[in-house]
């Protein structure tokens, strides 16, 4: 359909991880550092929705939900999101995905920060967050 490619994304997860799929609804309330290039959660603020949610401190973002912003052809990540040209004349918004890994920290908050954007006239009261979370040591 127009010629265009779906991008694939293969993560692997190290071993004594687990994935970790979560929708949390907006504010988080994660504190998120860059943690040897990775984007972790040092800290889950009590009684945030993350804490509510499920997210631990010591998970590392791996794809969150993002919003592509503006007119142009837009990078998340590995996927490129390419809107139709009414879109592009009328600067429409686009639901994306955004993938962490090896991409510096600030990308990562920018695409966290982009879930408060309208898509279709309306903000997401969620934002989908694919963690690894190390296993508990026996």
Not at 1 to 18: A, C, H, N, P, W
Not at 46 to 69: F, H, I, P, W
Not at 91 to 110: E, H, S, T, V, Y
Request: proline content about 4%.
């Amino acid at each position: 359909m127009g010629g265009g490619s779906i991008q694939r994304e293969t993560l692997k997860f190290g071993k004594g991880s687990v994935a970790v799929s979560l929708d949390v609804l907006r504010p988080l309330g994660i504190v998120f550092e860059d943690v040897n290039g990775k984007c972790v959660a040092v800290e889950v603020l009590d009684g945030s929705n993350a804490e509510k949610a499920g997210v631990k401190q010591g998970d590392t973002l791996r794809m969150c939900s993002a919003v592509a912003v503006g007119k142009s052809r837009v990078t998340v990540a590995k996927w490129a999101v390419e809107p139709s040209l009414d879109q592009r004349k009328k600067g429409i918004n686009r639901k994306a995905c955004f993938a962490a890994d090896g991409l510096p920290f600030a990308n990562a908050m920018d695409a966290v920060r982009s879930n408060g954007e309208k898509v279709g006239g309306s903000v997401a009261e969620r934002v989908s967050l694919l963690l690894e979370r190390p296993l508990p040591e026996k």
